[in-house]
């Protein structure tokens, strides 16, 4: 939308675009008896057609032309494509994935723009306007085969989404007149319940898989520029929310089939840019936000949910129950400001993920297939991972004649939890001792915060930054019940953690000066393994003919960069705060349960419990204080060994420098405070156990290790014609 008015009240423009789709899709075998000499395929998703007629596609391309010739992309290339959407600054030594963040764009697709343009030269009139632009996706594909008698090569049920929704308003308000005025609101969600699952059935086939992929892109950009003689008032909200539900499970019935596979990916993420400008002779007024989240719910299950009844398993070559969380967020706001007397402004950006990860095997019996000359491999993998990133900036920089005060905040949280589990699960219980076994959990959580402030006036000027970055990880690895006969058994949960924080404030003024930064910085990483049985009377019992590895690994790392600085004519007051806690559990735990360990392979298991031996600090002013790459996680020492391994190990790093400094005709003031706290603990815990026999006596590793890293510098300069403190 475009106005120009020469009325009394000048120019009043809105532009509002709102844009829906709900899609529910179902596709299922029930009750059926069916043989097929190849596939047995049940799938439901969205997808672009591959093909269109001439007609569609003349009728697509005109729309497009006229969107374009109005400023608009309705392709939605032009907000996505130029953006660095990397978010691994600190190279955390992730664990790569078969599936990249951004989707193939090939689903359910909303481009909303909302534009206003209101100018109003001559007179004393005013102008004022409003963007709003409005997109909601909600999917509902759900896959099933139940209580089904199937025959064939290979059996799938997948259910898929691949999502992407753009959104973007703005506009333009300029007046020679009283004032101009802007606002511009972007809003969008999306809802996505993506599952595949097949139930009570009985199966012979080659292949079986179950599958649920949920990929969502969300791009949001917000923004406004405002002009008026005696007043210029701005106002920008982007708004982005990703709710996904993803699962896959083979749940009771009997399956006969070599290869097993039960997987659920879900791929979030989240782009927004806003940003606002206001000028005026006299006062102008600014304000821009942008808050991001994501809540997901991703499960891969295999077996019988009721324990009053089992999942059967037989000609078992290879199981794969894998689920996997991928989140990221990119969040950026920036508002600038200027005016003849007064100018305020702020930058707000709010991030949060919150997501369940679980894999697992429960309430069945497995039987593989016996191994010959050329076929001898035989595995059962476990495994829950979530990677999970947010980058946020806040920027907000003003200048006035008489006054300027400026303010920036950065909020990001992560809330998470990641489960790998075997439970109330027998493997070749009547002997074997064929699978190589891995359950394994990977939680990686990261945030990249920055707030700036800069603020200049010629009486007085106030700039405040402020971050919040919090943290909280739950990872857990647990084998429960049953009776396990395997060649190799491997559980390991590894949980990693990293927060950085740079802030940076400015005030520079004819009389006074004030400028402050507080960053906040808190995790709290738990991470169990643990193997147990039911009883006393009833322990779990797992024999390997080679090793057994039981290994919990944490890492976390804080590293947080400030400096602020006033400068005044008569009196400049800085200040720097900074508050760095690390908590939690690094813990295995080995209960009522019976371990053997036979020692019959040349197989190792490979463990880094131990750093490098000059990682610790020995000097106050050396590369491990100061460098945010020295990170006791990235030094840690690979080793093998052979036998039954239980380990737990945990390092931590905080580094904070501060500085703080304040310069004036009469009087500055500075100060500085710096407070790290690092809590928890490391422990191995082995209760009512058998570990080997007199037959069988491997050797036996029993380790906990815990390192730390922590470090404060912080400086304060204070200089006046009068007194500096």
Do not use: C
């Not at 500075?670 to 156990?689: E, L, M, P, R, Y």
Request: charged share 15%.
């Amino acid at each position: 939308t475009k106005g120009n008015a020469e009325t009394s009240l000048g120019a009043i423009n809105g532009a509002v675009v709102y844009n829906n789709t709900s899609n529910n899709t179902t596709a299922g075998i029930k009750g059926a008896i069916i043989e097929a000499n190849g596939r047995i395929q049940v799938t439901a998703g969205d997808v672009i057609p591959e093909t269109r007629t001439t007609q569609e596609d003349k009728t697509k391309e005109d729309h497009i032309a006229y969107l374009e010739s109005r400023g608009i992309d309705a392709t939605g290339k032009t907000y996505y494509e130029n953006l660095d959407t990397s978010t691994d600054y600190n190279d955390n030594s992730k664990n790569s994935t078969e599936n990249g963040l951004q989707n193939n764009k090939n689903g359910a697709t909303i481009v909303s723009a909302a534009a206003v343009v209101g100018v109003k030269a001559g007179g004393d009139d005013s102008t004022a306007g409003t963007g709003v632009a409005i997109g909601q996706i909600t999917n509902k594909f759900n896959v099933m085969i139940e209580n089904s008698k199937l025959t064939a090569d290979t059996v799938e049920a997948k259910a898929s989404a691949d999502t992407f929704l753009v959104g973007a308003a703005g506009g333009v308000a300029a007046s020679t007149g009283s004032f101009g005025a802007m606002g511009s609101v972007s809003w969008q969600e999306i809802t996505n319940d993506i599952g595949a699952k097949i139930t009570g059935s009985e199966i012979t086939t080659n292949n079986i898989t179950a599958e649920a992929i949920n990929d969502v892109y969300e791009v949001n950009a917000g923004g406004q520029i405002s002009y008026g003689k005696n007043a210029a008032v701005g106002a920008v909200l982007a708004y982005s929310n990703i709710k996904n539900i993803t699962t896959a499970g083979i749940i009771s019935g009997k399956i006969t089939a070599p290869n097993v596979t039960v997987k659920a990916d879900s791929n979030s993420q989240i782009t927004t840019v806003g940003a606002g400008v206001g000028a005026s002779k006299n006062a102008a007024i600014t304000g821009t936000v942008a808050v991001n989240m994501i809540d997901n719910t991703t499960e891969a299950i295999l077996g019988s949910l009721n324990k009053d009844t089992t999942t059967i398993l037989n000609g078992i070559k290879n199981i794969n129950v894998n689920a996997l969380n991928e989140n990221s967020l990119i969040n950026i706001v920036a508002g600038v400001n200027g005016a003849g007397k007064v100018a305020i402004g702020g930058a707000v950006t709010y991030s949060e993920i919150d997501s369940t990860t679980t894999a697992g095997i429960l309430g069945t019996e497995i039987a593989t297939a016996a191994v010959g000359n050329n076929d001898k491999e035989r595995n059962i993998n476990i495994k829950g991972t979530d990677e999970s990133d947010i980058l946020t900036v806040a920027v907000a920089a003003g200048g006035a004649g008489n006054a300027a005060i400026q303010g920036a905040a950065a909020t990001a949280i992560v809330d998470k939890t990641v489960n790998a589990e075997l439970k109330n699960t027998n493997i070749d219980k009547a002997g074997g001792e064929r699978a190589d076994l891995n359950v394994t959990a990977n939680n990686n959580g990261s945030i990249i915060a920055n707030a700036t402030v800069g603020a200049g006036a010629g009486s007085a000027a106030i700039g405040a930054g402020v971050a919040v970055n919090q943290i909280t990880q739950n990872t857990s690895v647990a084998l429960k019940d049953g009776t396990q006969n395997v060649k190799e058994a491997f559980l390991k949960g590894v949980s990693q953690t990293n927060i950085t924080t740079i802030g940076i404030g400015g005030a520079g003024a004819g009389s006074v000066g004030v400028t402050g930064s507080i960053a906040i910085n808190q995790i709290k990483n738990n991470n169990t393994v643990s193997f147990e049985g039911e009883a006393s009377d009833n322990h779990v019992k797992l024999t390997a003919k080679g090793n057994v590895g039981i290994i919990a690994q944490s890492d976390d790392v804080i590293s947080n960069y400030a400096g602020t600085a006033a400068i005044a004519g008569t009196a400049a007051v800085g200040a720097s705060a900074s508050v760095n806690q690390i908590s939690g559990d690094t813990k295995v735990i080995v209960d009522k349960a019976d371990i053997i360990t036979k020692g019959e392979t040349t197989d190792t298991i490979s463990i880094n419990n131990k750093v490098e031996d000059d990682s610790i600090i020995d000097d106050i002013f050396d590369e491990k204080t100061a460098n945010p790459m020295a990170q006791l996680s990235k030094k840690r020492v690979e080793e093998k060994k052979q036998g039954l391994i239980i380990d737990s190990s945990a390092t931590h790093t905080v580094k904070s420098l501060l500085v703080t400094a304040g310069g004036a005709g009469t009087a500055a003031v500075g100060g500085t405070v710096n407070v790290n706290t690092i809590g928890g603990n490391t422990s191995v815990k082995i209760t009512d156990a058998n570990l080997n026999s007199a037959q069988n006596k491997s050797n036996v590793y029993i380790n906990a290790k815990d390192y730390i890293n922590s470090s404060g510098i912080v400086g304060t300069a204070a200089m006046a014609g009068t007194a500096g403190v």
